[in-house]
Nanobody, 127 residues
Framework: QVQLVESGGGLVQPGGSLRLSCVAS????????VGWFRQAPGAQRDQREL??????????NYGDSVKGRFTISRDNGLNTVFLQMNSLKPEDTAVYYC??????????????????WGQGTQVTVSS
């Protein structure tokens, strides 16, 4: 089991910055990546948008809407993952969730699944 705890959300004016943190605990041996996803107001859980991910090897991936503005980084492997958000826009308003992707090999096939989630942290961009 893996537990994820997010922090750092809040209210910020357009153009401002926030830094989110995700601290992971528990057994991380099967974790391939940690990422940030966001759920806009009124959206359902299955409509969460990928924001950014970082793998155990350090590879990063960003959603198109945040490229050039957000940066994902890590410390102590994947135990702590940060999301630096700059040039924030009102459309960035959402609940931001930290997720952990597991990798399991079954009958020679690699299976990836976002199995673990934090409780979410609210980010509101408004003047």
């Amino acid at each position: 089991q893996v537990q994820l705890v997010e922090s750092g959300g809040g209210l910020v004016q357009p153009g401002g910055s926030l830094r989110l943190s995700c601290v992971a605990s528990g057994s991380m041996s099967n974790i391939n990546s940690v990422g940030w996803f966001r759920q806009a107001p009124g959206a359902q859980r299955d409509q969460r948008e990928l924001v950014a991910t970082i793998s155990s090897g350090g590879m990063t991936n960003y959603g198109d809407s945040v490229k050039g503005r957000f940066t994902i980084s890590r410390d102590n492997g994947l135990n702590t993952v940060f999301l630096q958000m700059n040039s924030l826009k009102p459309e960035d308003t959402a609940v931001y969730y930290c997720g952990a992707e597991t990798l399991r090999v079954v009958a020679g096939t690699s299976l990836f699944s976002w199995d673990y989630w934090g409780q979410g942290t609210q980010v509101t961009v408004s003047s």
